[in-house]
C-alpha cells in the first residue's frame, strides 16, 4: 500500500495508471523555494500524521515551472495567471517534479526535468485559458493535461513530469521496493488501485 501525500487529482490519476494500490493522506507542510525539499517535508508529515503502512511507503511529489531559472509558484488570481503565462508565451521553461518514496527504513528520490515550449499567444487566447479557471492551483497558472495542452508548441522530455508525477522514474523506485504491481505478489486479488 502507497500513501499519496498529495490531494492533486492528476497525481491520483497518474499512480493509479499503474495499478498501485493507494490512499490519500493530504500533506500539511508548508512548500519552499526547492521542489524535492518540498516533496521530502510533504512524505515526512504524511508520516507524521498517518505512518509508514507495513510493508508499503508514503509518496511526496512537488512540481515547480522554472522561467530563466525562476520558480513562477501557483497564481493567486486570474490577473496573476495572465501574467504568468503571458511571461510564458513565446518562449520554453522547465517543468521539474521531485519525489520522495519514505519507507520504513528509508527514502528515495527522483528529479525530472522537462522542457516545455508554449507557442506565441494573443490577448484573446490568454483572456479564453484563463476564463476556463484551469490555472488555479496549477504552477506556472496553466494544466498540460487539460485545455492548456493548447497553449504548447511542444516538449522535451517526459510528458508526466510535466502533469506532476514521472512516471518512468516512480515506477523504478517502487520496483527498487518490491512495491510495483509486476514486482510483488498483493495476495489479495479484491485489492483496487487508487482506492483511498
Known sequence: MIVLASRSPQRRALLASLGVPFRIVVSSAP???DALENARAK???????AGVPPGGAILGADTEVLLDGRALGKPADAAEARRMLRALA?????????MVLLTAVGEREARGRTVVHVRPLCDAELDWYVATGEWRERAGGYAIQGAGAALIARIEGDHSTVVGLGLG????????EGLAP???????????????
Open 31 to 33: 512548500e519552499g523555494a
Open 43 to 49: 512524505a515526512r508529515a504524511a508520516a507524521a500524521r
Open 169 to 176: 522514474a516512480l515506477a523504478a523506485m517502487l520496483d527498487a
Open 90 to 98: 513565446g518562449r520554453s521553461h522547465v517543468v521539474e517534479t521531485a
Open 182 to 196: 509486476w514486482s510483488r505478489d498483493t495476495g489479495d486479488s479484491d485489492t483496487q488501485a487508487g482506492v483511498p
